[in-house]
C-alpha cells in the first residue's frame, strides 16, 4: 500500500520557517513528479511547488517564489522536502503532498498544518 505522510507542520510567526518534509512508503519517489500543495479554509486547494526528481526541475508559483525552496533527498529516494522561509499569515493551510502521474496514479497524503501568526 502506497503512503505518502507530511510532517513539520506547527505554529510559527510571521518571517519565521519551517521545513515540511513529504515521506513515502511502498512507493519511491525516484524519477517522479513531486508536488506541494496547499488548502486554507474556505479556498480551493492550491498548487505551492513541484519538483521533477528525475532531473531536479523545480516550479513555484508566485506567491511563494523565493521564499519557499523544494527538495529531494536522492539518496534513498522516499522524501521530498519544502523549506518555507519568511513565512506570512497568508501562508496558512493545510500542505499536501502529491506524487502524481497521469492515468498512472494520484496519490495525497493527509497534510500537515502550518498556522503563521501575525
Known amino acids: 500500500e502506497v503512503q505518502l505522510v507530511e510532517s513539520g507542520g506547527g505554529l510559527v510567526q510571521a518571517g519565521g520557517s519551517l521545513r515540511l518534509s513529504c515521506t513515502a512508503s511502498g512507493f519511491t519517489f525516484d524519477d517522479k513528479f513531486i508536488g506541494w500543495f496547499r488548502q486554507a479554509p474556505g479556498k480551493e486547494r492550491e498548487g505551492v511547488s513541484c519538483i521533477s526528481t528525475g532531473d531536479g526541475t523545480t516550479y513555484y508559483s508566485d506567491s511563494v517564489k523565493g521564499r519557499f525552496t523544494i527538495s529531494s533527498d536522492n539518496a534513498q529516494n522516499t522524501t521530498v522536502y519544502l523549506q518555507m522561509n519568511s513565512l506570512k499569515p497568508e501562508d496558512t493551510a493545510v500542505y499536501y503532498c502529491?506524487?502524481?502521474?497521469?492515468?498512472?496514479?494520484?496519490?495525497w497524503g493527509q497534510g500537515t498544518q502550518v498556522t503563521v501568526s501575525s
Open positions: 502529491n506524487a502524481n502521474r497521469l492515468y498512472a496514479y494520484n496519490y
